[in-house]
């Protein structure tokens, strides 16, 4: 089994897998995090060079799952294409995105870029950034609007000119992310809808305290994959493939 990961679910697949001996499982990580936190089991790091490498990487593999970040848009739709042109069974772990209930106060948004134009239409405030290192550039230019940028590593491209940096991975708590948005006078929180429980307490602390949320919708999957929202029924599919 190869797992194409960088997600809680990949390594709790990587996991499952492991402790079953019908089973040999690499997980792929694409090394974009120095210190990322590594799965059980062997571990390659590094990108595959497209879909003819990862297509060639296929070699021996007999199931592949793409169990990477709901927005890991470009590695999604190569693992499509690398699975076909291999004919390697391919099976995808999506989890559901985040539902708002009717006390949130959501604005949905196609894009980051487009979470950045809705900020330019409002009049400036405070912003709670957590769509990840390498989309803070698209907020580069929005010099009236101060922004919390959460990452796990530090940026490398253009920043917004007012700005403090909080270097940080989580899981968090609804007390902590309340602190954290009420210390700063958060008005609005650009988050990206990964639907990850580790990180969902940031939106119940923006219900409570009246912060506004900028949501930027998934890209679009490959079309005709099977997909499973979890990695335990991954790990049944696969046992059922066997
Ligand atoms: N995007 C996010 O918000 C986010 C958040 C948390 C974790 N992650 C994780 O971080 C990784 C990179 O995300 P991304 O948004 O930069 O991906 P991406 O834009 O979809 O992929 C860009 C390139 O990175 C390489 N790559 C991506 N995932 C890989 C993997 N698991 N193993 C080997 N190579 C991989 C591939 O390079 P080649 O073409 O050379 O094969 C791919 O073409 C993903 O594995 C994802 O699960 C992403």
Redesign the pocket.
Known sequence: ML?????AE?RELAALLDADHRFAVL???????ANPRLPVGET????????E??ADFLHGVDVLVD????????????AAAAAERAGVPLVAVVRPGWVASSEDSWTRVPSVAAAAAALAERSPGRALLT??R??VAEFAGLDDWWFLIRVVDAPSGPLPARREIVRDRGPYTVDSELDLMRRHAVDVLVT?D?GSELVAAKLEAARVAGVAVLMVDRPRRPAGVESVATAREAYDALAALH
């Open positions: 797992i194409l990961g960088g997600t990949a997980s792929s990580l694409a090394g974009r995090v390659r790091i590094g990108g595959f060079g497209g879909v490498g990862l169990a990477t970040h709901p927005f890991a848009a470009t590695i999604s739709r190569n769509t990840g390498q989309d990206k990964s």
